[in-house]
């Protein structure tokens, strides 16, 4: 039995998030593709440069509209194989 193998990459990605305080969530989003499928993991990265630990795992991170929102989030695709490749996505929350 052959098994396939490809290191994750990813074939969307939000774009950095400028937004006004106070209007709907805000919806990041990251997919990837590989074999076997690459999980997607969420962090928050930190004023250190470090990551906070894993905020969701899935495809989607839902934040709420406010300015407690504002920073640089990161999401890492991991299916096992080779190096997990990660993506940053600004978000500012503009105060009203």
């Given at each position: 039995m052959i098994f396939n193998s490809d290191p994750p990459e990813f074939n969307s990605v939000s774009d950095d998030?400028?937004?006004?305080?106070?209007?709907?969530?805000?919806?990041?989003?990251?997919?990837a593709i590989g074999e076997p499928l690459p999980n997607i993991t969420w962090t928050r990265v930190l004023d250190s440069s470090s990551d906070?630990?894993?905020?969701?795992?899935?495809?989607?991170?839902?934040?709420?509209?406010?300015?407690n929102s504002t920073g640089t989030y990161r999401c890492t695709a991991y299916n096992g194989i080779g190096t997990a490749p990660n993506r940053t996505i600004a978000v500012d929350v503009i105060c009203k």
């Open positions: 998030q400028d937004v006004v305080e106070g209007g709907p969530s805000i919806r990041l989003e990251c997919t906070s630990d894993v905020l969701i795992t899935g495809d989607e991170l839902v934040l709420d509209n406010n300015r």
